[in-house]
């Protein structure tokens, strides 16, 4: 007995000081070549169009017969439903944010699943960009972007799938061209009551009304300033959504130094803190019509519309089939946030789920593969022939 208790702790100890070993070299990759660590956005396409900032993406099929996801092996499928998803991101995040690395990717996995994958990247904005707004986005790049989609893959129907301001980009194209061949539409943690926004849409809901009355008694309005002074550069946009979650921004260095010896648990870290810590910037005019017309006017909640350029987007003219989501822990767009688009859209054939996950965990987490991602794909399966 004490011979095995010997060995078992030989054993241990050999297990310990190989961890330190792989610990130590790992961490001089990581401080002399860190981007060796960063598989972003490696799933292979073309780009199909670009203009200015504005580029869209089509994914090739995948080339393997079977794929990891999570370590899970998903069995590439042969069929290819007959309407292709187009992945709409948010402003904020860069267009990898549906494909961070490899097991982790949506990408790969609605690949997967057969279907015929696009996605629309709004770019990398600079102060020069601060003039971009909801007009430039929705009247311009998202029906450019749906028709060169429509010409590379010979298909009028599209599904649309897009995460936060993406769906809420989705839902304003569509409502404003009323654009009968988009069939499907799927949200994720997509704002629409801004005043169930967290603790800025509380702040928001207290001060609203006080701010339109104090705006019409000096006849000011925020569309007055100049859109530069209201841009918002990525790297403060970083500081704010780490201090959403202190704790988790700090947990996840402590389980990184924890994890050093993994070198698959650093290219997971690495690829995810590549994006959080690489957010874009924010356009001016487009920050003053979130601010006014979601923000203080709350207009999507209580009227179901808002004006973009010379247009109105009425949200009750969207009749497509409809699924949505929200993170159980998004403090970010919470639940009564996101949840709002049922009562505002006319679609009869829509469906609203509650999925593990934060603002970004519900997404690209280590559970989305077996939420958000498995109903995303079955729901849309179905409506997709």
Not at 173 to 179: A, E, L, T, W
Request: proline share 4%; hydrophobic share 45%.
């Amino acid at each position: 007995m004490l011979k095995n208790l010997k060995n078992s702790v030989s054993e241990k100890l050999d297990i310990v000081g190989l961890k330190a070993i792989l610990g130590m070299i790992h961490s001089v990759e990581w401080i002399l070549n860190r981007e060796s660590l960063n598989f972003t956005g490696q799933t292979a396409h073309d780009v199909i169009y670009q203009d200015d900032i504005i580029s869209v993406y089509h994914y090739k099929p995948l080339e393997e017969k079977i794929i990891m996801i999570e370590d899970i092996n998903i069995h590439v499928a042969d069929k290819t439903h007959r309407i292709p998803v187009v992945f709409v991101p948010p402003l904020l995040a860069p267009g990898f944010a549906f494909d961070l690395y490899p097991e982790r990717s949506l990408v790969r996995f609605f690949l997967a699943k057969g279907f015929d994958v696009y996605l629309v990247d709004f770019g990398s904005p600079t102060k020069n960009h601060s003039h971009l707004s909801f007009e430039d986005y929705i009247l311009n790049f998202m029906p450019s972007s749906m028709n060169v989609i429509r010409e590379h893959s010979g298909m009028k129907e599209l599904s649309l799938y897009g995460y936060c301001m993406g769906g809420l980009f989705c839902l304003l194209y569509i409502s404003i061209f009323q654009d009968e061949n988009i069939k499907n539409l799927v949200t994720v943690a997509s704002p629409i009551d801004m005043h169930q926004a967290g603790m800025a849409g509380k702040v928001l809901s207290v001060i609203a009304r006080p701010a339109q009355r104090l705006a019409r008694f000096l006849n000011v309005s925020i569309r007055d300033v100049n859109p530069k002074y209201l841009h918002i550069p990525g790297w403060l946009a970083t500081i704010g959504f780490n201090l959403t979650n202190p704790l988790g921004f700090f947990k996840s260095n402590w389980d990184l130094i924890l994890n050093l010896w993994d070198r698959n648990y650093m290219i997971a870290q690495e690829s995810l803190g590549y994006w959080i810590n690489n957010l874009l910037d924010y356009p001016g005019a487009t920050v003053q019509e979130i601010v006014l017309q979601m923000g203080i006017q709350n207009k999507l909640a209580r009227k179901g519309s808002m004006t973009i350029g010379d247009k109105e987007a009425v949200l009750k003219f969207i009749n497509c089939s409809l699924l949505s989501f929200a993170g159980e822990s998004d403090e970010i767009v919470p639940v009564h946030s996101a949840h709002k688009i049922m009562e505002v859209v006319s679609s009869t054939d829509k469906d609203f789920y509650l999925v593990p996950g934060g603002h970004v965990g519900l997404v690209i987490g280590k559970k989305a593969p077996g939420y958000l991602w498995k109903l995303s794909v079955e729901w849309l399966a179905e409506r997709s022939n």
